[in-house]
């Protein structure tokens, strides 16, 4: 099998079993709501505010945990034997491609209902609201990207969940740090233009990371 074939069928598996068990997907939309609802009860419990600015961080901190969350599941079951079945039946660059793509779709996803819960719940401060959509997707995507890659080497460990913690953060804080930066931009309602620059920086890590994961995950895979 050609690798496009191969990676399309690994997805069609990654969805179906998805479909079938709705094992990460109900516990990360359970883990936003969850978040939101505490962060209501603690700033509009007892009559306070929150500023745009406040606003903005928790959505991104919501959005961060809530990948990590689901990234850290990604490879859990290809543990133990089926990672020998997969290892002689599919090729490392379309089982990593395959876990890449259903990521971004699934954080992408995620990151646009937590951003309606987000926004039904905690109140509407964004004054450009589709150039605020386009920046959630573009940073669920580059979340999606970096955590999945972290989530392959951390399987390799017995420990794999602190590992993923541990790793996770400091590489994806730079890019937090930017997606707070031009959403912001976007809540205040600035020119556009002010963000592509910004923009075309997340995109490009989107790309490098997809690129160094689909080169060095083979590498993790014969271990």
Request: hydrophobic letters at 60%.
């Amino acid at each position: 099998m050609s690798l496009i074939s191969e990676t399309a069928a690994l997805i069609k598996k990654e969805f179906l079993l998805e479909f079938r068990l709705r094992y990460m997907f109900n516990a990360v939309l359970v883990y936003l709501a969850g978040a939101i609802f505490i962060c209501y009860f603690a700033f509009f419990g007892r009559g306070g505010d929150l500023s745009p600015m406040t606003w903005n961080a928790l959505f991104w901190i919501i959005v961060l945990l809530a990948s990590v969350n689901a990234a850290s599941r990604s490879f859990l079951l290809e543990r133990n034997s089926r990672h020998y079945y997969y290892y002689f039946m599919a090729s490392p660059g379309a089982i990593i491609l395959s876990k890449l793509f259903y990521n971004i779709v699934l954080l992408v996803l995620m990151a646009l209902i937590g951003l309606s819960l987000f926004t039904l719940v905690m109140g509407n401060v964004v004054q450009d609201l589709s150039m605020f959509v386009c920046i959630a997707i573009i940073g669920a995507a580059s979340l999606a990207s970096t955590l999945t890659f972290v989530a392959a080497i951390a399987a390799q460990t017995q420990h794999s969940m602190t590992l993923m913690a541990v790793l996770s953060f400091p590489i994806v804080i730079p890019v937090l740090l930017v997606l707070i930066k031009v959403s912001k931009n976007a809540i205040d309602g600035l020119d556009r233009s002010i963000s592509f620059q910004d923009l075309i920086v997340l995109t490009a890590v989107n790309v490098i990371t997809i690129t160094v994961s689909y080169l060095l995950f083979p590498y993790l895979w014969k271990n």
